[in-house]
C-alpha cells in the first residue's frame, strides 16, 4: 500500500490529504476504493477534482506489465547503498544495507546485534550526514556507546555532537506502542524530515521479537495479526520513502540444534536480507569482542558466506567514504 502524501500526483495538496485523513483514508488503495461522490459529500471535495486526482492515481498505480530491463533501470535511479561501517559485513551484504529494503541481523544474547545497529547508526550520522531513526523496544540504547564510536571517528566535539542529533531515538517496549511508532513515522514524521531534500535513510527497530515474540505461538491469534501489521508497516516504510530498514531478531534451534531466526515462518519472508551473528570462542578469553557473521538469505550473494569482524574495531575510513560516494551517486 502507497500512503497519500503530497507530491505523488497532481492535486493532492495538504488540504486534500487533510480532508481525506478526516475520513480515516490514508492510502491510495483506501482512496480508489471509494464512491467519488459519497466522498465528495463527505470531504466537502470538488467531486471533480476528487475523479481527477483518482484517474491519475489509478494510472500510477494499477499494475501494468514491466520489462526487467526498466526494473532493473529503476532500481539503478532509486537505489541507495549505506555503509554498516564495517568493512566485513558490508562484503558480506554486496556494499552495505540497501534502500528500499528490510535487512535483519539475528543472533543470541551478547552477539553483537545492538552494536552491528549502533555502528550503522553512527556512520550514517557521521559520515554521511544522514538522519536515522533509532527503535529501541527493549532498553539497550547507549548514548555513551555511540560516542564512543563517534570519538574513534573525530576528535571534533561539535562534529560528534551534530552527528548524536541526527540520530532520532524512540522507545516503543510493547507491540502497540510499535506500531503506533511506525504508523508515526510513515504519516508525519518521514514526511516532516523529508522535505528539502529527504534526509532520512534509515529506520532501526532493535529489536521486533522483544515486543512480538510473547505473543506468539498457541493459540494466540492476534499475535499473528500483530507480527503482520509490523511487517506490513516496515515494508511500507522502506519503499515508500526508499530507505534502508535494519532489524534485529533473537533465534531458536531446530529439531537439528541448529539456531534459527525467531518468530516463525511467516516473518521469514519479510527481510529481503538475514545476517545471523556468532560469539568467536577465543580459549583463556571471558569477553571475546571477535565475531562471525553469515549470510543465511540473500537474492544477491550466495548464502552461508561468512566473515570474521572485531566489535571493538571496525572503523574503517576508505570504507566510509565509499559508502557516501555511493549514497551521493544514487
Known sequence: ?????????????????????????????DFVSCNPEELAQKCSLSYKAL??????????????????????????????????????????????????EITELTGCPGSGKTQVCFSFAVNISHQLKQSVFYID????????????????????????MEALQKIKVFRAFDVFSLLACLQHLRFNGLQQASVGGGSVKAVIVDSVSAVLSSMLGGKQNEGMSLLMQVAGELKMIAKDFNIAVLVTNHVTQDGNGCLKAGLGLSWSHVPRTRILLQRVENPGVSSSSLRTATLTKSSRQPCHLVEDFDLCNWSDERNSVSGKRKLENS
Not at 7 to 23: N, V
Not at 72 to 100: F, H, R, V
Not at 137 to 160: A, D, H, P, Y
Open 1 to 29: 500500500m502507497v500512503a497519500l502524501r503530497e507530491g505523488i500526483c497532481p492535486g493532492l495538496t495538504e488540504d486534500f490529504i487533510s480532508a481525506l485523513h478526516s475520513e480515516d483514508i490514508r492510502t491510495v488503495e
Open 51 to 100: 475523479v481527477a486526482v483518482r484517474r491519475v492515481l489509478l494510472a500510477q498505480y494499477t499494475a501494468f506489465p514491466v520489462s526487467g530491463a526498466d526494473l532493473y533501470q529503476e532500481l539503478l535511479s532509486s537505489t541507495a547503498i549505506l555503509s554498516t561501517g564495517s568493512p566485513s559485513l558490508d562484503k558480506l551484504l554486496d556494499s552495505g544495507l540497501y534502500t528500499g
Open 137 to 160: 523496544t527493549k532498553g539497550g540504547m547507549c548514548v555513551n556507546r555511540l560516542l564512543q564510536m563517534l570519538q574513534t571517528r573525530t576528535s571534533n566535539v561539535e562534529e560528534q
